[in-house]
T-cell receptor, first 112, second 113 residues
């Protein structure tokens, strides 16, 4: 186990709704990265938060937003859900000295 | 443009046999290469990390090789076990994109009794 937890494990939403996914980072880590993994594909980088600031973003629209809290846990928010947002959402925490990323178990989002 | 190509897309092997997975990449400037194992519906777990100056690295029955000149890497699984059934993903890292991992689509390995 990596010590990275995500909630919820699964959820089902309707197109147009909004969703918030949560990630608790490993103790001692100050960075959280979020990835989207569609079925049969590798994870795609959404964005990264370092010490509560966004520190890089992939090719995702603004309706994907995030937040990192003082305890370094993080949230991923997706507005105006689309069917193509159905995927496994992974968070990875990292920190000094190596900043190697350790992944959580993921949240399976289904949009109907 | 896809900067990571993995082959084969999938393979089935008998328990106890060996197999080799291939990864070709075009990312630049190249910094390091990771191999991850991902069980279905779970997060990826790192198997090996190699910098551009390393040629080979082992982690138990997993051995990764890297040729930074030809931009190729391989992952060899020795004496496969049923628990090796998973997706294996190659991740080349760029020196100018710290923390932004670019994953390949992976090779799906199924080990049968």
């Amino acid at each position: 186990e990596t010590g990275v937890t995500q909630s919820p494990t699964h959820l089902i939403k309707t197109r147009g709704q909004q969703v918030t996914l949560r990630c608790s980072s490993q103790s001692g880590h100050n960075t959280v990265s979020w990835y989207q993994q569609a079925l049969g594909q590798g994870p795609q980088f959404i964005f990264q938060y370092y010490r509560e600031e966004e520190n890089g973003r992939g090719n995702f629209p603004p309706r994907f937003s995030g937040l990192q809290f003082p305890n370094y846990s993080s949230e991923l928010n997706v507005n105006a859900l689309e069917l193509d947002d159905s995927a496994l959402y992974l968070c990875a925490s990292s920190g000094p000295p190596t900043y190697e990323q350790y992944f959580g178990p993921g949240t399976r989002l289904t949009v109907t | 443009k896809n900067q990571v190509e993995q082959s084969p897309q999938s393979l089935i092997i008998l328990e106890g046999k060996n197999c080799t997975l291939q990864c070709n990449y075009t990312v630049s400037p190249f910094s390091n290469l990771r191999w991850y194992k991902q069980d279905t519906g779970r997060g990826p777990v790192s198997l090996t990390i190699m910098t551009f100056s390393e040629n080979t690295k082992s982690n138990g029955r997993y051995t990764a090789t890297l040729d930074a000149d030809t931009k190729q890497s391989s992952l060899h699984i020795t004496a496969s076990q049923l628990s090796d059934s998973a997706s294996y993903i190659c991740v080349p890292g760029r020196t100018d994109s710290w923390g932004k991992l670019q994953f390949g689509a992976g090779t799906q390995v199924v080990v049968t009794p």
